[in-house]
């Protein structure tokens, strides 16, 4: 009971550490995010000064065009233009005086400006007021002096310097906002990698307490009611504030820390599960097991999370291919009934003569059931679900009116449930992220965010219609493809049974390139243990060292996001000295490997967060298939 009791009181010390810690997060980032606003609004600032230099300058160029213009032409539709381009400039004048207030060098160049444009509006008048007098030939003579020509010159010179000097303001400044939301994003990270690590300390430390008690009284069950809800409150509030300012840019670091963890839980089973076949502490091994599993069950869901993120931001890697739409439904058809139950009918309208599509077939199964499950959400009572494809040309009046698409050829993919409908105020909502009509715990706002990111990464459009009371229909548009390659209908099924993890055959070595030192020992470790030699570097720079001393290499395993550089350039030029396959790893994809979203066609990527069979079925597929390229083909 004692053990227990003071189990129980670390578990309250932990939380009210890891709770500081959370507020001194939170305070820091909310002095962060004041410093980046200010710094935005300095950037603003000088867009502002740039523009209203420019302006005064155009003015003066406007008056001057309209003077010469009416002594040419004695017009006087020319002396709209330039009196009020005149009455324009001392309110220009002002206005950058008070902008620059701070700026001595700017204040500086209006003290010589200033001097300079009176004397040039003097000219222009008096050559106007000549020639309303009629004397044209006065007026082209004072022209012809050059001294408004000299003063022009002299004032463009003084405002194109104004305008550099505001020109590296700007660098500045739109470089300490970068800097500044950076530091942002890197503390909101660790700020999140805290309350998880929080979060299954008190997990653990309260299943200890639990299993140590004889008997429970009221008194402890209380308090382990409130300490559960407390965990609760705790992790829904962090991950809404913290994941809340999440991006793309937070999922390359996130993603290398959930690696060296679940790379390192997965190791740890392997571990114990060796010890428990030599019969070495089993019992201790027993007590062990479940909050592993619970750890690697809590570390996989936040790779998950990381992962649909990813696919709402429109930042995940597609790997598309030429799809057949109606055999991809068709495949579907009883995994889809089996989900739906036998409540819900499912009613398929399939288009004769249907457009293969471009699409990731795994990625638009994801879609298809995404909107599956949230139809049988809206048909509590059953109903119908009606999946239709055809063929549609969105022309240019439609595409003006959304603005977010082409015009042109598509397959459409709609969905239609006879569910409870979606009320119109809410409608123009059901996309954003987080957003969600479901009770607090049953949803995650995430579906149909999900949803709209793949159709605006794949190149297509999504539309809603609903009616409350009546049901509501999803339409997909996904671009037409045009070409001759083989029609994929949907994603290849997973293999059952035990896996094989593949080892090394003898003399392979693989260059491995991480610039996280955690990440860079795991993958090191797994390497070393399948069999391989291994040759590491932290940066393209240690690599490019390596590889200078001609080692025997036959596979690069590089992360994509390498510092200032990446592993695209590291690998084009290794490919030039050896010829060998490459496999990029990343937490987070980016221009160097995927353009418009999707993987170029001569990369191989393993995501973050990987495991050992993970990698180790990924470098066998690709050593195996550079072999047997180099094999002599047999003769017929």
Not at 13 to 31: C, Q, S
Not at 59 to 86: F, M, S, W
Not at 580 to 591: A, Q
């Amino acid at each position: 009971m004692l053990k227990a009791s003071r189990l129980v009181h670390n578990a309250w010390i932990i939380m009210a550490v890891g709770l500081g810690f959370v507020l001194a997060a939170a305070t820091a980032v909310a002095v962060l995010v004041a410093r980046s606003n200010e710094a935005d609004r300095l950037v603003s600032h000088t867009f502002e000064v740039q523009q209203e230099a420019h302006n005064l300058l155009s003015e003066l160029r406007t008056a001057e065009n309209g003077q010469r213009g009416y002594v040419l032409t004695q017009n006087d539709r020319y002396l709209k233009p330039v009196e009020a381009a005149i009455a324009k400039v001392p309110g220009l004048v002002e206005g950058l005086r008070k902008k620059t207030a701070d700026n001595p060098s700017q204040q500086a160049r209006l003290d010589r400006v200033e001097p300079l444009i009176g004397p040039r509006i003097d000219i222009i008048r008096r050559s106007i007021e000549l020639t309303r007098q009629g004397d044209r030939d006065g007026a082209i003579a004072l022209v012809a002096t050059g001294r408004g020509k000299d003063l022009m010159e002299e004032i463009t010179v003084e405002m194109q310097q104004f305008d550099r000097e505001e020109k590296g303001l700007l660098a500045a400044r739109q470089e300490e906002a970068k800097r500044l939301r950076i530091w942002l994003a890197t503390l909101i990270g660790l700020a999140l990698l805290a309350a998880m690590v929080l979060a299954g300390v008190l997990a653990v430390a309260t299943r200890q307490a639990v299993s140590g008690l004889l008997e429970r009284t009221r008194e402890l069950e209380a308090e382990s009611k409130l300490r559960h809800e407390a965990e609760a409150t705790l992790r829904q509030a962090v991950k809404m504030e913290a994941v809340g300012q999440l991006s793309g840019g937070i999922a390359h670091d996130f993603n290398n820390l959930l690696t060296i963890i679940i790379g390192n839980l997965d190791t740890m089973k392997r571990r114990l599960a060796e010890l428990a076949k030599s019969n070495v502490a089993s019992d201790a091994i027993a007590k062990l097991e479940t909050p592993l599993e619970s750890a690697m069950k809590g570390a996989k869901s936040s790779a998950q999370l990381t992962q649909r993120l990813l696919a709402f931001s429109r930042r995940q890697a597609l790997e598309p291919d030429r799809v057949d739409v109606n055999r991809l439904i068709s495949g579907m058809l009883e995994m889809l009934r089996r989900t739906l139950g036998s409540d819900i009918s499912i009613e398929t309208v399939l288009g004769a003569g249907l457009w293969s599509s471009f699409a990731d077939a795994h990625q638009l199964e994801n879609v298809l059931l995404n909107l599956a499950l949230n139809a049988k959400a809206a048909m509590p009572s059953g109903g119908c679900l009606t999946i239709e494809t055809a063929n549609t040309y969105l022309d240019d009046p439609y595409v003006r009116r959304f603005g977010d698409v082409k015009a042109g050829q598509y397959v459409v993919l709609c969905v239609t449930d006879t569910g409870t409908g979606i009320p119109a105020e809410i409608l123009d909502q059901v996309f954003d992220p987080f957003f969600t009509t479901k009770p607090a715990g049953e949803g995650s706002g995430l579906g149909l965010a999900i949803v709209h990111g793949f159709v605006k990464q794949s190149g297509g459009h999504v539309r809603i219609y609903s009616e409350v009371g009546s049901g509501t229909t999803v339409k997909i548009y996904l671009p037409r493809f045009i070409g001759a390659e083989e029609v994929s209908a949907a994603p290849a099924g997973k293999t059952e049974g035990e896996p094989v993890i593949p080892r090394a055959k003898p003399n392979e070595m693989i260059l491995l390139v991480e610039d996280n030192e955690g990440v860079r020992e795991y993958a090191r470790d797994v390497l070393l243990e399948l069999g391989y030699g291994v040759l590491d570097a932290a940066n393209v720079q240690e690599a490019l060292r390596v590889v200078a001393k001609k080692p025997r290499i036959s596979l690069v395993f590089t992360d994509v996001v390498l510092g200032d550089s990446n592993g695209r350039v590291l690998a084009d030029k290794v490919r030039q000295i050896y010829g060998v396959p490459v496999l990029f790893t990343t937490g987070y994809t980016r221009n160097a490997i995927v353009h418009q979203g999707r993987l170029n066609p001569d990369v191989h990527l393993l995501n973050k967060p990987f495991t050992q069979q993970d990698l180790a079925r990924k470098v066998r597929e690709l050593l195996d298939a550079a072999e047997a390229s180099h094999l002599p083909q047999a003769s017929s």
